[in-house]
DNA sequence: AGAAAGCAAGTCCTCAGACAACCTGACAGG
DNA sequence: CCTGTCAGGTTGTCTGAGGACTTGCTTTCT
């Protein structure tokens, strides 16, 4: 069992998707250009056919490239991003929050003006499960708020929304828990800020976009204003 | 004979690709499982061997599947955490745009707030470019003016709001590209939408956070109601 | 002359067959 | 038991072919 040494020289699609992703990394290749066709590759490459396809599938799989039939293959991004997870833990946790807060002011409109009965009755099941939460612990606490922001989320139908709420809502349960354990925000609010968040579901409720948005945003304000003040 | 069948209603390896998925994320093929051989697959899938091999390279890209020479193609996770890019490629562009907007409308009322000197040349000299492009191709045309919304963006100070805005752009551009190219927009639109880029400019020029969101609403509402057409 | 219809070249998509490189398990001999 | 050999099966790669689609040019008509 030596796997020592280029044993094998390593499989020629490998070789192939390198020296593809390099032209585009290395900037021969902008975004937005045809790149050569299949037989050209093959031949400059010195490979087959099937093997330029699989490397060129590699790369569109990763989003670098992406192949239009009759029109040739072509160049749509220069490199992979890197993960929000890491984005997110770099930033400070007041862009972070006020990003949140855009998304969701917005998110709390459309929410008024999608909403179906399913919706109504999970925000009504968050809405409790929050008012109970503010018995128990602080973690316990914030995954019920951020449980019941994202049903709001959730009730505006749009997946890719949905989505980016979810990524956000790690780097918020942290900076949250901070918040509230530093500030003790729970002793010296014993309503938990439930007035709020009742009139904001109460507005998606009645479908009122104006309202809904008016009460997301003074919600997300305050604590805003208190993450700011840290 | 059959004219008018489903002639292609998508690439034969995206099909394959899928149907393979499935078997994975149900549970059929568990973690650590040798699948069935390519010419065991192409003959229950009723494709080449090819097809089945650039599906099989998709799954490995996406990190589930893994094949060795002369031993087989094994299962080695059965979920995938999906990078921004490929959820934005498959997403609907209704969606990917409206998130799109109310991002943009929330960043240009703090643009209006927060911009600088640099932001207001920046801001002039995006402007001028979209303008000057509007003799360009379409391409061309698409980038000047996704650099104007990211120069708005960028007034806005936030660093996670701009990479969120940078995330946006390639599907952006995609998207726009086929709709501009698909309805000759700018062909019976002269302008090119010129004033009501103007009006966001001079909005968050002059600090005027209302003006500047409602500029930037309208703006992207026109071009989101085009795309829903589509 | 300008516009619309049609043609042809180029490109990706898919298939089929073939051979090489490689892994695995069975089997015979020590 | 250990070892070397072998046969079968699997992936890796190449080639040739034809179909489907896009694009630009050409032809034809108004």
Redesign the interface.
């Known amino acids: 069992m030596s796997s020592l040494g280029p044993l094998r020289p390593s499989p020629l699609?490998e070789q192939a998707t390198n020296h593809l992703r390099e032209q585009i990394t290395e900037g021969h290749w902008p975004v937005?250009m045809r790149i050569p066709g299949e037989t050209t590759l093959a031949r400059t490459l010195g490979v087959g056919r099937?093997t330029v396809?699989?490397a060129v599938?590699?790369l569109a799989?990763?989003?670098l490239l992406?192949s239009r039939?009759g029109a040739g293959v072509f160049v749509?991004?220069d490199r992979?991003?890197e993960?929000?997870p890491t984005?997110?833990r770099r930033?400070?946790i007041t862009?972070?929050y006020?990003?949140r807060m855009?998304?969701e002011?917005?998110?709390a409109r459309?929410a008024a003006r999608r909403r179906t009965d399913e919706d109504l009755s999970a925000l009504d099941a968050a809405l409790t499960a929050r008012r109970a939460a503010g018995a128990g612990g602080d973690a316990e606490f914030v995954d019920a708020d951020i449980a019941l922001h994202r049903a709001v989320v959730v009730a505006a139908h749009?997946?890719?929304?949905t989505?980016?709420f979810g990524?956000f809502a790690p780097a918020l349960r942290q900076g949250l828990i901070d918040l509230v354990e530093l500030f003790g925000l729970r002793r010296e609010d014993p309503d938990h800020g439930d007035a709020t968040h009742d009139a904001l579901v109460r507005a998606v409720v009645a479908g009122d976009a104006e309202s809904a948005g008016r009460a997301a945003q003074t919600e997300l304000e305050a604590t805003l204003a208190r993450l700011r003040a840290a």
Request: no cysteine; net charge negative.
């Open positions: 699609v937005g099937s396809r699989e599938r590699t799989t990763l989003g992406r039939q749509i991004a992979v991003t993960g929000w984005r997110l930033a400070a862009d972070v006020e990003v855009l998304i002011v917005q998110a459309l749009n997946p890719v929304l989505d980016l990524e």
